[in-house]
């Protein structure tokens, strides 16, 4: 049996402009009743290879956290990754990155919920100025994340490079009639967002260690 999900047809939105309290111009996108029926297969469709293919047993799961733990053991210590690896995407699971992921939620989470009851005392809503206590927390890890964007643009980049000069070492092998191999397509149809050479927009504070312009974590409700 079939699970099915509904999604809103990209065509039956329309948009509102109403004006805020500060008077301020305000959008609000409203949907269409109708709505795109798609099935989503249940995991009885799948076969045992294909689930054994699509999700890590518990056992794979186990070595994979063990692994991320050493790797982890490893940043922490200060040493240099290993030749050909790299520490990306495990900032959270050292000691001091998954303490500063933590208040990094708390924070905003705080800081939404002492302006509601702020406004809940003062008998007035503002959404507004809702967004502004999360917006001043959530900008920190925004010029984080556009930090290490750009960095990871660079590495991709870096990577297309190398890609292109597989591709250019021997294009003639692409030329064989039924080629089957990975290596034979065309440059459009490699990574085509790397090629703009655009540099990533980034804040002024995003040139700043995250420590010189976090703001304190103390929140007073009164």
Request: hydrophobic letters at 25%; aromatic letters at 8%; one cysteine or more.
């Amino acid at each position: 049996m079939n699970s099915t999900n509904d999604h809103q047809s990209p065509n039956s939105h329309t948009a509102q402009t109403e004006m805020n309290n500060n008077g301020t111009k305000k959008q609000r996108v409203r949907f269409n009743e109708g709505v795109l029926q798609r099935s989503v297969p249940s995991l009885r469709d799948y076969s045992q290879e294909e689930i054994e293919q699509y999700w890590l047993s518990e056992k794979e799961m186990t070595k994979t956290l063990d692994r991320i733990a050493k790797v982890a053991q490893r940043m922490e210590s200060g040493k240099k990754p290993r030749h050909g690896s790299s520490y990306r995407g495990l900032e959270n699971a050292t000691v001091e990155g998954e303490t500063e992921y933590f208040y990094n939620v708390q924070d905003v989470v705080e800081s939404v919920l002492c302006e509601q009851e702020q406004q809940y005392n003062k008998n007035f809503s503002d959404e507004d100025l809702i967004a502004e206590a999360s917006k001043l927390y959530s900008d920190v890890t925004l010029a984080v994340a556009l930090r290490r964007a750009k960095s990871d643009a660079r590495e991709a980049k870096k990577a297309y490079r190398q890609m292109e000069d597989i591709l250019s070492y021997n294009p003639s092998s692409c030329a064989e009639e039924g080629s089957s191999s990975s290596f034979c397509c065309t440059d459009d149809d490699l990574v085509p967002i790397l090629k703009t050479g655009k540099d990533v927009f980034l804040p002024k504070e995003a040139h700043l260690e995250p420590s010189k312009f976090q703001p304190k974590r103390a929140f007073s409700c009164s």
